[in-house]
């Protein structure tokens, strides 16, 4: 039996293009997991509302991120970067953590389509060649339209050639007992926390925290890898132990996020790639809930439209673009440029003696501070 529409892994874009797909569609979602969106492998923060006009301004509706009381763990109004010295910025932001995983179920099976679970994509070839995980059985599903909704591992961009872009890796531990103030996400940078990337607190409330490095691989120095970058951090750093040393890890994953631009192609016939499958992220600080929301929520109604023969699947690629390409590029230029002046860390001291909380919090939104061009110019 052929489908209409296959939307291949169920994470965040996955869900919203379940939901906005219509009724009349016989669609079909496909997850290798048992629980949709667990385990977590995310820090859970994403804008507010108000934040989201600011960061996308061409979006025009933002009820998607109307995000039920449900859904919230906790609101937060600051952020803290602390570099390598101790020394630290905080800048007024408000940010929300969610229940992602049971934000993403609910959105998913809410959407009244066919799910299927524990089925994993093996490969694309004009048909998704799946694995059932409880039989261990290969089997063809036959779908006109395919969103490849993989995440950042995709094997449908691998399929098709396109999974060419810079991934970092990430471990989390889920934390119990953390001793920070809860209205603060924590930001630290420096080579020893976090070679090419930046490791994190971002409270959930009642003490309970995700506790986060996202690294480079290049940027690790010989011997390091990541399970010791983390257990340093939690363990020995000393601007980021203080709120850790009485902590229990309650949950550990490991996982990877596209830090690079987004692909400059997004449909291939009829398959779409959605969210962190074609590299759809703020690169600068790898935040891809908002974009894969609004991506899957886009894809739905393009391919909506398409069935009705109003629309071709390529105006899905010019309509993502049109809303969010603008602060993905400079989310993309902030990091090349960040990259520079983190060199080494005396570089990014020197960095932050010039800098002031607008310039933060122009980063945080995506927007290059006229300093940042200046260090990368005349002083580094
Ligand atoms: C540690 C970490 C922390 C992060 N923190 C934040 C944050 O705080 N805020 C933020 O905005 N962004 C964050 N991100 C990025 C964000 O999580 C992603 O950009 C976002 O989840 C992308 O959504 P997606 O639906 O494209 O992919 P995912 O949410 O990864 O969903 C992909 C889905 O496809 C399924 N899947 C994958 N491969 C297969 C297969 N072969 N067969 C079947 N199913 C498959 C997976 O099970 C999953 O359900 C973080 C990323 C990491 C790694």
Not at 276 to 303: E, Q, T
Request: aromatic share 10%; glycine share 8%; proline share 3%.
């Amino acid at each position: 039996m052929k489908y209409d529409v296959a939307v291949a892994g169920i994470g965040v874009a996955g869900a919203f293009t379940l939901r906005a797909l219509s009724k009349k569609l016989r669609v079909v979602g496909i997850d290798k997991r048992e629980k949709l969106g667990y385990p977590v492998e995310c820090g859970e923060l994403i804008p507010t509302k108000s934040e989201m006009k600011r960061l996308l301004p061409k979006l025009g509706d933002y009820s998607l991120f109307e995000i039920p009381e449900k859904y919230k763990s906790n609101k937060t109004k600051y952020f803290e970067f602390v570099i390598p010295n101790g020394k630290s910025v905080e800048i007024e932001f408000e940010m929300l953590v969610i229940n992602r995983d049971k934000f993403i179920s609910d959105v998913a099976e809410s959407s009244g389509h066919e799910i299927r679970k524990r089925t994993k994509i093996i490969d694309y070839n004009g048909k998704l060649r799946l694995r059932d995980l409880r039989s261990m059985k290969d089997y063809e599903l036959d779908a006109e339209v395919v969103v490849a909704s993989d995440g950042a591992n995709s094997r449908i961009a691998k399929s098709l050639g396109v999974w060419k872009y810079e991934i970092a890796a990430a471990k989390q531990y889920v934390m119990s007992g953390v001793n920070c103030r809860e209205d603060t996400v924590y930001m630290f940078v420096g080579s020893d926390i976090a070679p090419g990337g930046y490791a994190w607190i971002i409270p959930k409330g009642n003490g309970v925290a995700n506790v986060g490095v996202g690294i480079r691989q290049r940027f690790l120095k010989r011997g390091d890898n990541i399970h010791k970058v983390l257990e340093r951090f939690v363990r020995e750093y000393p601007y980021s132990s203080q709120y850790l040393r009485k902590a229990e890890i309650i949950n550990k994953i490991g996982a990877v996020a596209p830090v690079d631009k987004p692909l400059n192609k997004t449909v291939f016939d009829k398959v779409l790639l959605v969210g962190d499958s074609a590299s759809m992220i703020l690169s600068h600080v790898a935040a891809g809930i908002p974009i894969s929301m609004i991506a899957g929520d886009i894809a739905g109604n393009v391919i909506n439209d398409y069935f009705e023969g109003k629309k071709n699947l390529d105006e899905y690629d010019s309509a993502w673009r049109e809303k969010m390409l603008d602060a993905m590029m400079r989310s993309y230029r902030i990091k090349q440029l960040w990259d520079k002046i983190s060199k080494t860390d005396e570089k990014l001291c020197k960095y932050f003696r010039f800098i002031g909380k607008g310039d933060m919090c122009a980063i945080l939104r995506s927007k290059i501070p006229l300093k940042l061009r200046i260090a990368e110019k005349f002083i580094f």
